[in-house]
């Protein structure tokens, strides 16, 4: 499975992106998706989850209530709606997949646990 992440760009804090990712195959929508970011500098780091029928979803608490995942099976591809951009938002993300329907609560943030990458997006937050 390939996995094409696009939708980032440069933004104003306070503004609006939609991130895309899509999928290679149709096998992708048996299976647990991820979206992950990495600043410069920085350790790659978890931002969100979503199972198979989107029926589990997690944030990290820097992105909660200001990020929002979905997914289109029918489309193969998974979104990432980022409002309230601020700067220390500014990474470039990266979607993953991992061919289990769900994942356990303690492994959805373990970059490890997930068998697919895409390229990443960049996504830069600044006046």
């Known amino acids: 499975v390939q996995l094409q992440a696009s939708g980032g760009g440069l933004v104003q804090p306070g503004g609006s992106l939609r991130l895309s990712c899509a999928a290679s195959?149709?096998?992708?929508?048996?299976?647990?998706m991820g979206w992950f970011r990495q600043a410069p500098g920085k350790e790659r780091e978890f931002v969100a989850y979503?199972?198979?029928?989107?029926?589990?979803?997690y944030y990290a608490s820097s992105v909660k209530y200001r990020f929002t995942i979905s997914r289109d099976n029918a489309k193969n591809t998974v979104y990432l709606q980022m409002n309230s951009l601020k700067p220390e938002d500014t990474a470039v993300y990266y979607c993953?997949?991992?061919?289990?329907?769900?994942?356990?609560?303690?492994?959805?943030?373990?970059?490890?646990?997930?068998?697919?990458w895409g390229q990443g997006t960049q996504v830069t937050v600044s006046s």
């Open positions: 993953s997949g991992d061919s289990r329907s769900r994942l356990i609560m303690s492994s959805v943030s373990d970059a490890a646990q997930y068998e697919f």
């Open positions: 195959e149709s096998t992708f929508s048996s299976g647990s």
């Open positions: 979503i199972s198979k029928n989107g029926g589990t979803i």
